[in-house]
Antibody
Framework: QVHLQQSGPGLVKPSQTLSLTCAIS??????????WNWFRQSPSRGLEWLGW?????????DHIRSVRGRITINPDTSKNQFSLQLNSVTPDDTATYYC??????????WGQGTLVTVSS | EIVLTQSPATLSVSPGERATLSCRAS??????LHWYQHRPGQAPRLVIY???TRATGIPARFSGSGFGTEFTLTISSLQSEDFAIYYC?????????FGQGTKVEIK
């Protein structure tokens, strides 16, 4: 059974970097047929798909203009996990962040969610 | 790029009643259309994949239908745990896309 366990701080100061990690059990971040994703959700914007790491490639959702150029998603094969970094955060980045696995076109497994508040 | 439009934005339904949610694609996605439920404070959950197949553990009161550009998610008799936001998602063409969501609220 696949399980995704998120970790990371719930409070980040403006202009700093938001860093979250998603530890994988029951699957591998290295598999070439599986993508490892980050989403965020807020009442004002709904569910936003931020991007993924997929084998040797990355995808960042260009439609989310507010995160363009600030986001990095990286795999860590030694720890079987992947991470999200969002630089230069503002209060507008306050949201619940989720990691998720994509396979066969669907997102069937999700992390528990991390509420990240950007505030001084 | 394919755009998914969900309607209505909000659906007010009494417990025990039927809820019908719509998702329209800007071009054909064949049957590569999936539905997710997102309850407050919980992770999203896959409900229907391939337009009409219930995901593991999803009750039979959930059903999906459609092909091409018009899709429907039906909840036959709403239970308290079904009040949530529902999103459709297509995986037929890159980039994949999500609809903006339909909130099912208690009437």
């Amino acid at each position: 059974q696949v399980h995704l366990q998120q970790s990371g701080p719930g409070l980040v100061k403006p202009s700093q970097t938001l860093s979250l990690t998603c530890a994988i059990s029951g699957d591998s971040v290295s598999k070439n047929d599986t993508a490892w994703n980050w989403f965020r959700q807020s009442p004002s914007r709904g569910l936003e798909w931020l991007g993924w790491t997929y084998g040797a490639s990355k995808y960042y959702n260009d439609h989310i203009r507010s995160v363009r150029g600030r986001i990095t998603i990286n795999p860590d094969t030694s720890k079987n996990q992947f991470s999200l970094q969002l630089n230069s955060v503002t209060p507008d980045d306050t949201a619940t962040y989720y990691c998720a696995r994509a396979k066969g076109g669907t997102f069937a497994y999700w992390g528990q969610g991390t509420l990240v508040t950007v505030s001084s | 790029e394919i755009v998914l439009t969900q309607s209505p934005a909000t659906l007010s339904v009494s417990p025990g009643e039927r809820a019908t949610l719509s998702c329209r694609a800007s071009e054909s996605v064949t049957s590569n259309l999936h539905w997710y439920q997102h309850r407050p404070g919980q992770a999203p959950r896959l409900v229907i994949y391939g337009a009409s197949t219930r995901a593991t553990g999803i009750p039979a009161r959930f059903s999906g239908s459609g092909f091409g550009t018009e899709f429907t998610l039906t909840i036959s008799s709403l239970q308290s745990e079904d009040f949530a936001i529902y999103y459709c998602q297509q995986s037929n063409a890159w980039p994949w896309a999500f609809g903006q969501g339909t909130k099912v609220e208690i009437k």
